[in-house]
Structures are given as C-alpha cells and as structure tokens.
Nanobody, 124 residues
Framework: VQLQASGGGLVQAGGSLRLSCAAS????????MGWFRQAPGKERDLITS????????YYADSVKGRFTISRDNAKSTVHLQMNSLKPEDTAVYYC??????????????????WGQGTQVTVSS
C-alpha cells in the first residue's frame, strides 16, 4: 500500500488549502484513514480520522469547525479541506491508513501505512 499526499503550500492566515491523499494497493474502502501533523520540535498528532464509509469522523479540538475530512472510495482518495488557517497550523501533514477494525482510530500506533508528508505553512 502506498499513500501519496499532495496539496500543501504557503498560505496567509485566514486562507484555505485542500490536501489530498491517493492510495494505491490494498482495499481502500476497508481503510480507516487519518491525517496527522507534526510541527517543528513537536510530536506528530492526529487531527482527524474517517471511517470506511465516511459515516464517522473525529476531529481534534484544535481543528474542529475549520477542517473537514472526506473520502472518495471509488477514487481511493481522502481529502482534508482546511479553512480559516492559522499560523499554528504550520506543520508537515501526513495521511495514514489503518486496517485495524472499523470506526475511527485515534492513536498513531493503530495506523499501518503512512504517506510521505506535505508541508503546510501559514503566514501571519
């Protein structure tokens, strides 16, 4: 299974970006998908997760109401729409896939496959 993240870049505070993660190999419709981010000097944290069907989602408090995760199982792709971006959202963003069970997964150790990361920089 390979995950390819894209869509990062430089944006001003208050702006928007849309990240995408394309999966190849495996059965995408059976992956729980998540987006993590890691800022310089900090740990990699989960910010959002989505179940197989997209019916269940989880958002960290730091992004709730601003970010939206979605998936297209027909295209083996998961998206992260990021609105009202803040300088503190600056980080490398990683998509990840989990084969463990159903629902959503919050712990990084539950994820089996990782994308290469895409840089998001929000200027003030």
């Amino acid at each position: 299974v390979q995950l390819q993240a894209s869509g990062g870049g430089l944006v001003q505070a208050g702006g928007s970006l849309r990240l995408s993660c394309a999966a190849s190999g495996g059965t995408f419709s059976r992956f729980i998908m998540g987006w993590f981010r890691q800022a310089p000097g900090k740990e990699r944290d989960l910010i959002t997760s989505i179940s197989w069907s997209g019916g269940s989602t989880y958002y960290a408090d730091s992004v709730k109401g601003r970010f939206t995760i979605s998936r297209d199982n027909a295209k083996s792709t998961v998206h992260l729409q990021m609105n009202s971006l803040k300088p503190e959202d600056t980080a490398v963003y990683y998509c990840a896939a989990s084969y463990k069970g159903w629902g959503i997964r919050i712990s990084g150790s539950d994820y089996d496959y990782w994308g290469q990361g895409t840089q998001v920089t929000v200027s003030s």
